[in-house]
Protein backbone atom coordinates (compact mmCIF):
# COMPACT_ATOMS: atom_id res chain seq x y z
CA UNK A 1 0.00 0.00 0.00
CA UNK A 2 1.23 3.70 -1.38
CA UNK A 3 1.76 5.45 1.80
CA UNK A 4 -0.53 8.66 0.23
CA UNK A 5 -3.34 6.14 0.03
CA UNK A 6 -2.63 4.82 3.91
CA UNK A 7 -2.58 9.06 5.15
CA UNK A 8 -5.64 9.49 3.03
CA UNK A 9 -8.88 8.79 4.62
CA UNK A 10 -7.64 10.46 7.73
CA UNK A 11 -7.05 13.85 6.27
CA UNK A 12 -10.62 13.65 4.48
CA UNK A 13 -11.79 13.36 7.86
CA UNK A 14 -10.22 16.06 10.28
CA UNK A 15 -11.29 19.24 11.10
CA UNK A 16 -9.98 22.82 10.73
CA UNK A 17 -8.35 24.13 13.76
CA UNK A 18 -8.83 27.29 12.39
CA UNK A 19 -10.02 30.35 15.42
CA UNK A 20 -13.99 30.39 13.80
CA UNK A 21 -14.74 33.88 12.59
CA UNK A 22 -11.04 34.88 12.94
CA UNK A 23 -9.40 37.47 10.41
CA UNK A 24 -6.31 36.32 9.49
CA UNK A 25 -5.74 39.10 7.29
CA UNK A 26 -5.99 41.73 10.01
CA UNK A 27 -2.16 43.24 11.15
CA UNK A 28 -0.51 41.30 13.29
CA UNK A 29 2.01 38.48 14.19
CA UNK A 30 1.46 34.66 13.52
CA UNK A 31 3.67 32.01 14.76
CA UNK A 32 2.98 28.84 12.06
CA UNK A 33 4.49 25.41 11.90
CA UNK A 34 4.35 23.23 8.91
CA UNK A 35 4.93 19.64 9.33
CA UNK A 36 6.62 17.81 6.39
CA UNK A 37 4.50 15.22 4.79
CA UNK A 38 6.27 12.10 6.35
CA UNK A 39 7.31 12.71 9.86
CA UNK A 40 11.34 11.67 9.43
CA UNK A 41 13.85 13.90 7.99
CA UNK A 42 13.27 15.48 4.74
CA UNK A 43 14.99 18.59 4.94
CA UNK A 44 18.31 18.17 6.73
CA UNK A 45 19.75 16.47 10.23
CA UNK A 46 20.71 18.12 13.25
CA UNK A 47 24.04 17.49 14.62
CA UNK A 48 26.16 18.86 17.18
CA UNK A 49 26.97 22.28 15.03
CA UNK A 50 23.16 22.91 14.63
CA UNK A 51 20.72 22.03 11.36
CA UNK A 52 22.54 20.92 8.45
CA UNK A 53 19.76 21.61 5.62
CA UNK A 54 20.23 19.01 2.68
CA UNK A 55 19.27 20.96 -0.95
CA UNK A 56 15.29 20.17 -0.10
CA UNK A 57 15.70 22.23 2.85
CA UNK A 58 17.78 24.65 1.45
CA UNK A 59 15.02 25.53 -1.69
CA UNK A 60 12.46 25.29 1.38
CA UNK A 61 14.42 27.99 3.10
CA UNK A 62 14.68 30.53 0.12
CA UNK A 63 10.79 30.00 -0.64
CA UNK A 64 10.27 31.01 2.95
CA UNK A 65 12.56 34.01 2.59
CA UNK A 66 10.91 35.09 -0.51
CA UNK A 67 7.20 34.97 0.68
CA UNK A 68 6.89 38.59 0.80
CA UNK A 69 7.27 38.72 -2.74
CA UNK A 70 4.49 36.00 -3.28
CA UNK A 71 2.38 37.03 -0.91
CA UNK A 72 2.62 41.06 -0.51
CA UNK A 73 1.87 42.19 2.95
CA UNK A 74 3.02 39.15 4.48
CA UNK A 75 6.63 39.69 5.81
CA UNK A 76 8.76 36.85 7.60
CA UNK A 77 10.16 38.26 11.23
CA UNK A 78 11.92 35.24 11.44
CA UNK A 79 11.72 31.42 10.65
CA UNK A 80 13.68 27.96 10.70
CA UNK A 81 14.01 24.98 8.43
CA UNK A 82 13.72 21.86 10.95
CA UNK A 83 14.07 18.29 9.59
CA UNK A 84 10.60 17.64 9.49
CA UNK A 85 9.10 20.68 9.97
CA UNK A 86 9.16 24.62 9.54
CA UNK A 87 8.39 27.26 12.06
CA UNK A 88 7.41 31.26 10.92
CA UNK A 89 7.00 34.31 12.90
CA UNK A 90 4.52 35.95 9.90
CA UNK A 91 3.34 39.46 10.30
CA UNK A 92 0.62 41.10 8.74
CA UNK A 93 1.28 44.99 8.96
CA UNK A 94 -1.93 46.68 6.96
CA UNK A 95 -0.88 50.05 7.98
CA UNK A 96 0.23 51.46 4.71
CA UNK A 97 -2.76 49.10 2.99
CA UNK A 98 -5.74 51.49 2.43
CA UNK A 99 -8.30 48.66 1.10
CA UNK A 100 -8.34 45.73 3.51
CA UNK A 101 -10.03 43.80 1.36
CA UNK A 102 -6.62 43.81 -0.74
CA UNK A 103 -4.47 42.50 2.10
CA UNK A 104 -2.96 39.16 1.90
CA UNK A 105 -3.79 36.57 4.81
CA UNK A 106 -2.09 33.87 6.40
CA UNK A 107 -3.66 31.31 5.12
CA UNK A 108 -2.89 32.20 1.67
CA UNK A 109 0.95 32.95 2.59
CA UNK A 110 0.72 29.67 4.01
CA UNK A 111 -0.61 28.14 0.43
CA UNK A 112 1.65 29.34 -1.58
CA UNK A 113 4.50 28.39 0.06
CA UNK A 114 3.81 25.15 0.34
CA UNK A 115 2.17 25.08 -3.40
CA UNK A 116 5.43 26.62 -5.05
CA UNK A 117 7.70 24.21 -2.63
CA UNK A 118 5.48 21.28 -3.78
CA UNK A 119 5.65 22.50 -7.52
CA UNK A 120 9.86 23.15 -7.28
CA UNK A 121 9.92 19.51 -5.31
CA UNK A 122 8.12 17.42 -7.99
CA UNK A 123 9.45 19.52 -11.19
CA UNK A 124 13.36 19.73 -10.23
CA UNK A 125 15.17 16.77 -11.27
CA UNK A 126 17.56 17.00 -7.93
CA UNK A 127 14.47 16.24 -5.76
CA UNK A 128 14.10 12.75 -7.44
CA UNK A 129 15.83 11.04 -5.04
CA UNK A 130 13.82 12.38 -2.13
CA UNK A 131 10.19 11.11 -3.82
CA UNK A 132 12.12 7.49 -3.67
CA UNK A 133 12.02 7.94 0.08
CA UNK A 134 9.24 10.21 1.18
CA UNK A 135 6.72 9.84 -2.07
CA UNK A 136 5.08 12.95 -3.62
CA UNK A 137 3.96 14.52 -1.15
CA UNK A 138 6.00 17.02 0.82
CA UNK A 139 3.55 18.65 3.09
CA UNK A 140 0.78 17.71 5.71
CA UNK A 141 -2.26 18.75 4.96
CA UNK A 142 -2.99 21.48 7.23
CA UNK A 143 -0.73 23.09 9.26
CA UNK A 144 -1.05 24.99 12.99
CA UNK A 145 -0.87 28.56 13.63
CA UNK A 146 -0.94 30.86 17.22
CA UNK A 147 -1.98 34.15 16.71
CA UNK A 148 0.60 36.39 18.73
CA UNK A 149 -0.96 39.07 21.22
CA UNK A 150 1.30 40.83 22.79
CA UNK A 151 5.25 41.78 22.56
CA UNK A 152 6.24 39.12 25.37
CA UNK A 153 4.46 35.91 23.39
CA UNK A 154 6.46 37.94 20.39
CA UNK A 155 9.64 37.37 22.04
CA UNK A 156 9.17 33.88 23.81
CA UNK A 157 8.45 32.67 20.37
CA UNK A 158 11.35 34.20 19.04
CA UNK A 159 13.67 32.62 21.08
CA UNK A 160 11.70 29.05 20.80
CA UNK A 161 12.54 29.37 17.28
CA UNK A 162 15.91 30.12 17.36
CA UNK A 163 16.66 27.27 20.60
CA UNK A 164 14.57 24.57 18.33
CA UNK A 165 18.17 22.92 16.66
CA UNK A 166 19.32 22.94 20.33
CA UNK A 167 16.39 21.46 22.01
CA UNK A 168 16.62 18.67 19.23
CA UNK A 169 20.18 18.20 19.54
CA UNK A 170 19.90 17.96 23.46
CA UNK A 171 16.90 15.64 23.27
CA UNK A 172 18.46 13.27 20.32
CA UNK A 173 21.81 13.21 23.09
CA UNK A 174 23.71 15.28 20.29
CA UNK A 175 24.94 17.67 22.93
CA UNK A 176 24.91 18.01 26.38
Not at 22 to 42: E, L, M
Amino acid sequence: MDINELYSDDLRSRRSIRLPDYDYSQTGHYFVTVNAFIRFTPFGQIDENGIQLNSLGQMIDQAITYTPIRTPGVVIDTHIVMPDHIHAIMTIDGQDEPDHESLSSIPQAIQRLKSYTENQYARNDEFSPFRGRIGHRLWQRSYFEHVIRNDHQLQTVREYIRCNPARRALRDGLIR
